[in-house]
Nanobody, 123 residues
Framework: QVQLAEAGGGLVQAGDSLRLSCATS????????LGWFRQAPGGEREFVAR????????LTTTSLRGRFTIDRDNARNTATLLINSLNPEDTAVYYC????????????????WGQGTQVTVSS
């Protein structure tokens, strides 16, 4: 089994930056991709970014590119999501996910999910 635990969410002001982290534990030997998704109130869970387990081949969805950056600390078995210039439309629950599929980008490709961390941006 794989466990994922997000941290770093909270209430921030528009224009602020935030760094979310995802700690992985358990049997991670088969994992190929770590990803971040978000779900706004009343909305669908949408893909944000993903990175290969080895820390390479990072990809951010086009609409968020430039403000959202995914990274990986192999030594600490964590993935991070740096968000700059936050705006109220970024308000959502942010989920970390892990996949056995290389370069996974769709929700159905991910098997393991964290509980999510709430990010609320005030204007």
């Amino acid at each position: 089994q794989v466990q994922l635990a997000e941290a770093g969410g909270g209430l921030v002001q528009a224009g602020d930056s935030l760094r979310l982290s995802c700690a992985t534990s358990g049997d991670t030997s088969g994992l190929k991709t770590l990803g971040w998704f978000r779900q706004a109130p009343g909305g669908e869970r949408e893909f944000v970014a993903r990175i290969h387990w080895n820390g390479r081949d990072a990809l951010t969805t086009t609409s968020l590119r430039g403000r959202f950056t995914i990274d990986r600390d192999n030594a600490r078995n964590t993935a991070t999501l740096l968000i700059n210039s936050l705006n109220p439309e970024d308000t959502a629950v942010y989920y970390c996910a892990a996949s056995v599929i290389p370069w996974a980008v769709t929700r159905n490709d991910y098997t393991y999910w964290g509980q999510g961390t709430q990010v609320t941006v005030s204007s």
